[in-house]
């Protein structure tokens, strides 16, 4: 079936630094999906790429899906603490079906 | 709107109990998932219903796992004879459609002791 990879698991950044995480798909997949989940919260939806090559960008998160659609990331600037957090990537492939990653779980250091 | 609610946010039974877990989505939403969250591990899929088609079991772990749901409206997840691996944050989900972006419920926390 169907598997989606993100890494690293663990992201430490030191507050002000840029990072980048990385999510694979084992299969083409028709579109990402990228959620936050804060401390003791639950999973937010953040952005839905679709488009082969796509980049968007949200204040200091950018986004990209890859050329080939299998593959994304992930990358924020200028990290701040309320960046803290998981982040899972979900790719979205044959049938519809959603497959989360594990996440990335990201700690800045002040 | 409001968002998806889950009831209850905290619960706390002893081994070999049954519990019950409600979800309830958001309004216009057909399709609704479970999943399971070890603390600090990821999202593990549990089961998923779209309208009235046969619902998608294969994350269920065991046959003390079962969830209904009656058209696109309020799910139930039962396990029974809990055992404390059970222990873990259930969340819920819906979206409009399969494959649309998903809203999550604030989770119930089960702990079996």
């Known amino acids: 079936g169907q598997q989606v990879m993100q890494i690293p698991q663990y992201q430490h950044v030191q507050e002000g630094e840029d990072f980048t995480t990385y999510c694979n798909s084992s299969?083409?997949?028709?579109?990402i999906q990228w959620y936050k989940q804060r401390p003791g919260g639950h999973p937010v939806f953040l952005i839905q790429?679709?488009?082969?090559?796509e980049v968007k960008k949200q204040k200091r998160l950018t986004f990209q899906f890859g050329e080939a659609k299998k593959n994304s990331s992930l990358h924020i600037t200028a990290t701040q603490t309320t960046d803290v957090g998981t982040y899972f990537c979900?790719?979205?492939?044959?049938?519809?079906?959603?497959?989360f990653g594990g996440g990335t779980r990201v700690l800045v250091k002040p | 709107g409001a968002g998806v609610s889950q009831s209850p946010s905290n619960k706390v039974t002893e081994k070999g109990k049954d519990v019950e877990l409600r979800c309830d989505p958001i309004?216009?939403?057909?399709?609704l998932y479970w999943y399971r969250q070890r603390l600090g591990q990821g999202l593990e899929f549990l089961i998923y219903f779209q309208g009235n088609s046969a619902p998608d079991k294969s994350g269920l772990p065991s046959d003390r796992f079962s969830a209904e749901r009656t058209g696109e409206s309020v799910s139930t997840l039962t396990i029974q004879r809990t055992q404390q691996e059970d222990s873990a944050v259930y969340l819920c989900a819906s979206s409009f459609n399969r494959g649309n972006e998903q809203y999550f419920g604030p989770g119930t926390r089960l702990t079996v002791t």
């Open positions: 790429l679709v488009k082969s090559g």
């Open positions: 309004s216009g939403h057909t399709a």
């Open positions: 299969t083409t997949l028709s579109n």
């Open positions: 979900a790719g979205c492939a044959a049938g519809n079906k959603l497959t």
